[in-house]
């Protein structure tokens, strides 16, 4: 996990770290004994990898009585992190094999003791990976703990109702809950005074609709009805939540942001040049017609070549705008079509754009790249 000479594995797990957490334990801990075990392995281990041997050296030098072991881990904790704030990142994640270390030790005799840990330790360092396994173990009294989370005075911790349940959360295994199970809890954090946590509400809601559109749009629009959150506030939730929606040009997701599926709108696209190197930059233009003042959201998508494989496609952004008082917009976009990109690949050949406006695709043209 580096590029260009940064390891992000070096910079969250490094001698300097272990140091540190070594040194919040107090004797009888055999801090220079942990710190020497650790480091003895930890370069040769890619990111999680670290944090799963950090923990395995947690468990031997704590406590063998996860009881004993906790009180030693809650005495070595800083103060939690500010909760007065409204957005910050993670906390420091050289917390998280504390977590790891509390799941495997914890999870099958003390499930509820683990799960006050883990309410201490989500307030240093997020503990939304660690709490997904209490979930599946232990699914009642993991959902019935996050209710009482929901109304927590720490906004990490509220956070972790909500990132700790998503359906598809990034390095996270997999919940048994089933796609809206969270939703009740999701009903207490729309309205959270923290961008940090309805940030975690629009992203849960980004999971769901892969898997049931109409129940998010739905949700959506009910709390819209509530009128318990501020009204901006709200319109970014739903914005982020429907990313996903408004990409493949659901209809309730595009009405719901105030764009009209089914308006009347003419659309000309011009990709110029017409035959252009790999590298180069596409110049993509695009002139729309339709009633005066009408809402738009415009993005494009490339329909790209593939030697002997399905053809790809990816979506960009373009504009969000309305039509002029004599229902015209003039666009134009520079897009550099160049091969070793991240997120797509491009290959010579024969290619085609679309141009989508309020989720529907209202005109085409081709296009050749030559290597």
Same mark, same amino acid.
């Given at each position: 996990?580096?590029?260009?000479?940064?390891?992000?594995?070096?910079?969250?797990?490094?001698?300097?770290?272990?140091?540190?957490?070594?040194?919040?334990?107090?004797?009888?801990?055999?801090?220079?004994?942990?710190?020497?075990?650790?480091?003895?392995?930890?370069?040769?281990?890619?990111?999680?990898?670290?944090?799963?041997?950090?923990?395995?050296?947690?468990?031997?030098?704590?406590?063998?009585?996860?009881?004993?072991?906790?009180?030693?881990?809650?005495?070595?904790?800083?103060?939690?992190?500010?909760?007065?704030?409204?957005?910050?990142?993670?906390? *420091?994640? !050289?917390?998280?094999?504390?977590?790891?270390?509390? $799941?495997? /030790? %914890?999870?099958?005799?003390?499930?509820? =003791? &683990?799960?006050?840990?883990?309410?201490?330790?989500?307030?240093?360092?997020?503990?939304?990976?660690?709490?997904?396994?209490?979930?599946?173990?232990?699914?009642?009294?993991?959902?019935?703990?996050?209710?009482?989370?929901?109304?927590?005075?720490?906004?990490?911790?509220?956070?972790?109702?909500?990132?700790?349940?998503?359906?598809?959360?990034?390095?996270?295994?997999?919940?048994?809950?089933?796609?809206?199970?969270?939703?009740?809890?999701?009903?207490?954090?729309?309205?959270?005074?923290?961008?940090?946590?309805?940030?975690?509400?629009?992203?849960?809601?980004?999971?769901?609709?892969?898997?049931?559109?109409?129940?998010?749009?739905?949700?959506?629009?009910?709390?819209?009805?509530?009128?318990?959150?501020?009204?901006?506030?709200? *319109?970014? !939730?739903?914005?982020?939540?429907?990313?996903?929606? $408004?990409? /493949? %040009?659901?209809?309730?997701?595009?009405? =719901? &942001?105030?764009?009209?599926?089914?308006?009347?709108?003419?659309?000309?696209?011009?990709?110029?040049?017409?035959?252009?190197?790999?590298?180069?930059?596409?110049?993509?233009?695009?002139?729309?017609?339709?009633?005066?003042?009408?809402?738009?959201?415009?993005?494009?998508?490339?329909?790209?070549?593939?030697?002997?494989?399905?053809?790809?496609?990816?979506?960009?952004?373009?504009?969000?705008?309305?039509?002029?008082?004599?229902?015209?917009?003039?666009?134009?976009?520079?897009?550099?079509?160049?091969?070793?990109?991240?997120?797509?690949?491009?290959?010579?050949?024969?290619?085609?754009?679309?141009?989508?406006?309020?989720?529907?695709?209202?005109?085409?043209?081709?296009?050749?790249?030559?290597?």
């Amino acid at each position: 996990m580096s590029q260009k000479g940064f390891s992000l594995k070096d910079q969250l797990f490094n001698a300097e770290k272990i140091a540190w957490l070594a040194g919040r334990f107090q004797p009888p801990f055999d801090a220079a004994g942990f710190e020497a075990e650790v480091m003895a392995r930890l370069p040769e281990l890619e990111l999680k990898a670290r944090i799963a041997w950090i923990a395995d050296c947690l468990g031997r030098h704590l406590p063998a009585a996860f009881p004993e072991a906790v009180a030693v881990i809650r005495a070595a904790l800083p103060p939690p992190l500010d909760p007065t704030l409204r957005d910050d990142d993670f906390g *420091d994640f !050289i917390f998280a094999p504390l977590g790891e270390f509390a $799941v495997w /030790a %914890g999870l099958e005799d003390h499930p509820d =003791l &683990l799960l006050d840990l883990l309410e201490d330790l989500t307030q240093r360092f997020s503990m939304e990976w660690a709490i997904r396994p209490v979930l599946n173990r232990w699914p009642e009294r993991a959902m019935a703990r996050m209710q009482v989370w929901a109304e927590h005075e720490h906004y990490h911790v509220r956070r972790l109702v909500s990132e700790g349940t998503r359906p598809n959360l990034p390095w996270g295994m997999g919940v048994c809950l089933t796609p809206g199970a969270a939703l009740p809890l999701l009903d207490e954090l729309y309205a959270d005074r923290a961008r940090f946590v309805t940030r975690s509400v629009a992203n849960h809601l980004n999971d769901i609709s892969k898997s049931d559109p109409a129940l998010v749009v739905s949700k959506l629009e009910n709390w819209r009805d509530e009128g318990r959150a501020v009204a901006d506030e709200l *319109d970014w !939730i739903t914005r982020h939540a429907l990313r996903g929606l $408004v990409k /493949a %040009g659901h209809p309730g997701a595009l009405r =719901l &942001l105030g764009y009209d599926p089914e308006a009347e709108i003419a659309a000309r696209l011009r990709p110029e040049p017409a035959v252009l190197p790999l590298g180069e930059v596409l110049q993509i233009g695009v002139e729309l017609t339709g009633p005066p003042h009408l809402p738009v959201m415009v993005d494009y998508v490339l329909h790209l070549h593939r030697t002997g494989g399905a053809p790809g496609r990816k979506v960009f952004k373009l504009k969000q705008a309305r039509l002029d008082a004599r229902g015209r917009l003039s666009l134009i976009k520079a897009q550099r079509i160049a091969a070793g990109l991240s997120t797509y690949r491009v290959e010579p050949g024969p290619h085609r754009i679309s141009v989508q406006v309020n989720g529907v695709m209202r005109a085409e043209a081709a296009f050749d790249i030559t290597g």
